[in-house]
């Protein structure tokens, strides 16, 4: 492992509970709804959802280590909008969850990108969230069809999860590398 | 003061003006209603509350510039772009009104954090946000029990003012701070 | 003419392929509506629309660099974000439609500027967003009592178009300008 215990302990944490505020908005608003409650609750989200957000970020944290050296700098302001504009955008994405999905499609998509622009680091980065933009989505697609959720019929147009899933999935990725740039390793 | 004459009118009308503009945008979405007209309106608000929100940004201001010496630079573009992110967070706040408020707070906390991120400036810029972010809504509550004005049933849960108001301050009290900044004194 | 025929053809491209983008979300929302089929459809659009567009884009181009000389770099993460954040605000202004007018134009009119203090340089840049945001909705105002197209009722408050389309404009002119800086010349 590229990443030491420290920066991936602060990765699943903040992966985890990121994912738990998004998905608390999904639920909330109904983009998403859970089908099966086979595990405990933690807030809105079955427990699973937080622990395979954290371990994505893991994941996507330690392939951007692997692909090329970190930039320097270690800002946790810089740290701290990263998150924010990921979650805004997760955010958003509940609320116009029954918007036209075409226009939906199209705002998440442009403000992925606007995301990417400000904190992405050239190819390691877009690396990263071109495999959460493919993975990501994947993965949800598959718990669609086994029925563990569902997205609402409004959001549902991309093989049963949202058209706008695999932008929101790349400006994860965009976060998560930076993410393993800006956690000071021990 | 450390603010001269002439800032300290500058932040007075920028304040006045900017608290028009956003409070328009309440009024006109039902986010907010005034239930007393013993003042004259001026546009759609009754006239103590661009006084006051001017009253808070000089404030704001003032305490900025005695909390530590204010960045170099008076850039126009730069105060230009900081009251309009203030602005456009302020209209934001009144188009999710009808959402769900827990996802209107995040949307709103995040976007307030990413103004932070490129607006503020170290420890006393984050002291006015949290001044701001605190006392902007306590007033707003008082008003509310004095009933003199109320929010939005869909955007009433802090105490019978919105969930997402102490992110509008926030984001509120880092503008005032960088104007303080800003603008030249004489 | 300043531009060479690889930058105009380039600035056509991307004008046009932002307007077919744009226009789709409007019409997919209602917020626009075209009354005449003359002409063949490209997506959504009648035909001349994406050609009206690309040719605005490439005449703002053309005038930014007669307006002064380019500020130097031609960074295409810059160049993407900067499209980005148009066609995001394109798709934004779909969204509002059903909101409040005054409230649309205020979230509209503050996104711009942000955008043009981000990706806007000096006087030449402002000239050109200017000029975007005067001759822009009075060619749409043109149309619409050409009865060619018509905007909804809750978004045509501008003689026959909406109050938020110079703010549209207004940012359009100001990317237009900085893609003619970025798009290096042969």
């Known amino acids: 492992m590229r990443l030491d215990l420290r920066q991936a302990l602060i990765l699943f944490a903040v992966g985890a509970a990121g994912g738990l505020i998004g998905d608390a908005c999904h639920v909330a608003t109904g983009t998403t709804m859970y089908l099966d409650d086979t595990f405990p609750f933690i807030w809105k989200s079955q427990m699973w959802f937080p622990i395979a957000v954290g371990l994505a970020t893991v994941a996507t944290g330690e392939t951007r280590l692997r692909l090329g050296p970190p930039r320097p700098?270690?800002?946790?302001?810089?740290?701290?909008?990263?998150?924010?504009?990921?979650?805004?955008?997760?955010?958003?994405?509940?609320?116009?969850?029954?918007?036209?999905?075409?226009?939906?499609?199209?705002?998440?998509?442009?403000?992925?990108?606007?995301?990417?622009?400000?904190?992405?680091?050239?190819?390691?980065?877009?690396?990263?969230?071109?495999?959460?933009?493919?993975?990501?989505?994947?993965?949800?697609?598959?718990?669609?069809?086994?029925?563990?959720?569902?997205?609402?019929?409004?959001?549902?147009?991309?093989?049963?999860?949202?058209?706008w899933l695999p932008a929101l999935y790349f400006a994860f990725g965009i976060v998560a590398a930076r993410l393993a740039e800006l956690i000071p390793p021990r």
């Open 73 to 163: 700098g270690h800002s946790p302001v810089e740290a701290a909008a990263a998150i924010a504009s990921v979650i805004a955008l997760y955010a958003l994405t509940a609320v116009v969850t029954d918007e036209d999905p075409l226009t939906a499609t199209v705002l998440i998509w442009s403000l992925a990108i606007l995301i990417a622009a400000r904190f992405g680091g050239g190819i390691p980065a877009l690396v990263c969230a071109i495999l959460a933009a493919v993975l990501g989505p994947l993965a949800e697609i598959l718990i669609v069809e086994a029925d563990l959720a569902m997205y609402a019929p409004s959001a549902d147009g991309l093989f049963g999860v949202a058209g």
